[in-house]
């Protein structure tokens, strides 16, 4: 899957939540549901923080690259680590570590956490990434 088919799964699922919510009689006004779809298309790039031609690895050039080595390398030890003799080879750590809800848990706390504790600045540093990455993602 590729970045835009990431972006715009992330998208369908956020309006699939608006949907849910509308259907429960609680409808979201358009608004929410325009941002929120975008910040979920910029999150579900996410996944792909390890291979180093994903979208979200090249969006913020050398600091994008840098995490992605570190994400790459991560996952790689933690598959290494944990596979069993019916698990092939690998040569890094793409669609291991980073594709399971373990990441994704890990993800939404760690955002919530910043949120929380970093105050405005935190949330619209996040803001600011997921929409970049939404952008990217989406039209690249």
Known sequence: MMGPAHSLSGAA????????????????????????????????LAPDLDHKSATISRAFGPLSKGLCEIADKLSYAVYKATKSKADPRR??????????????????????????????????????????????GLLW
């Open 13 to 44: 699922a956020w309006l699939g939540v608006g949907a849910a919510a509308a259907a429960t009689g609680h409808t979201m006004p358009w608004p929410v549901l325009v941002v929120g779809a975008l910040i979920c298309a910029g999150a579900a």
């Open 91 to 136: 040569t890094g750590g793409h669609r291991t570590l980073t594709h399971t809800w373990f990441f994704a848990v890990l993800m939404g706390a760690g955002c919530s956490f910043a949120a929380i504790t970093g105050g405005r600045w935190a949330v619209l540093a996040i803001l600011f990434v997921h929409l970049v990455l939404a952008v990217e």
